[in-house]
């Protein structure tokens, strides 16, 4: 699977580390930065991969901040992503079984680090449901 990758400076250390899980599970992983800690501006960073992921270049995306609300509120306003943030398993379960997300925002803050392969693998292997919930998608898709 191919997934994109983008964080501000405030998600930049698990960025790193989840680029390397994903790629020793397999995935081919393309980094849209930031490539340090120093303070930048987290839409620079998301917006791309969001495109990429509307696209169809990427198969999903994961973004990540502070808290994963502004990369979030950000990836959402690219047509075509639904973007949940997630701070644990069931939330990354759920997000994928009734959301259909295609990008995942994680906050580096807000979650512990032990806790990121399970909440990524969780994400990236539960299927979408869908049955009444894509008829509640294709609502917000109409908007």
Known sequence: MKIAIGS???????KEKIKAFL????HQVEDFGTFNDESCDYPDFIFP????????????????????????IAANKITGIRCAVCWNALSAEMAR???????????ERMIAEDEL??????????????????RRIQKIEEI
């Open 8 to 14: 501000d400076h405030a998600g930049y250390q698990y």
């Open 23 to 26: 790629t020793s599970l397999g």
């Open 49 to 72: 991969v969001a495109r990429a992921v509307a696209s169809g270049s990427s198969d999903k995306g994961i973004v990540l901040g502070g808290s994963g609300n502004g990369e979030a």
């Open 97 to 107: 079984r009734h959301n259909d997300a295609n990008v995942l925002s994680l906050g």
């Open 117 to 134: 392969d399970s909440i990524i693998q969780i994400w990236l292997n539960t299927p979408f449901e869908g049955g009444r919930h894509q």
